[in-house]
């Protein structure tokens, strides 16, 4: 398993960016061959898929409530990957997690990325208010 820490997180206007990084270090293989992705929980609701990327980049998909407004990226030589979060809106509020999958292929259904995760962040959070 990876351990993964993510940064970046904090108070942002509406309309506003911020940009959040997973570092990872550790895991028995190489940082090529996982899979990266980002959940969110906010208060009171369950935790979501926000985006996701693939080895390799093969896949880079993304929940619909952020698709055109957040960016998913990946540096292997840095083990590390980003999420830019553009236009941000108050429902954007939440805890946000790094999340790593050992050679896995991003599905289309992002309902099933969390079950696929093996190891986790502890979040970072993001709050979204003028």
């Known amino acids: 398993q990876l351990q993964l820490v993510e940064s970046g997180g904090g108070l942002a206007q509406p309309g506003g960016s911020l940009t959040l990084l997973c570092a990872a270090s550790g895991g028995h293989s190489d940082y090529y061959f996982y899979a990266i992705a980002w959940f969110r929980q906010a208060p009171g609701k369950e935790r979501e898929g926000v985006s996701c990327i693939s080895m390799g980049e093969r896949q880079i998909l993304y929940g619909d409530s952020v698709k055109g407004r957040f960016t998913i990226s990946r540096d292997n030589g840095k083990k590390s990957a980003a999420l830019q979060m553009n236009s941000l809106k108050p429902e954007d509020t939440a805890v946000y997690y790094c999340?790593?999958?050992?050679?896995?292929?991003?599905?289309?259904?992002?309902?099933?990325?969390?079950?696929?995760?093996?190891?986790w962040g502890k979040g970072t959070l993001v709050t979204v208010s003028s």
């Open positions: 999340a790593a999958a050992e050679y896995y292929y991003c599905s289309e259904d992002v309902s099933s990325w969390e079950d696929e995760m093996d190891s």
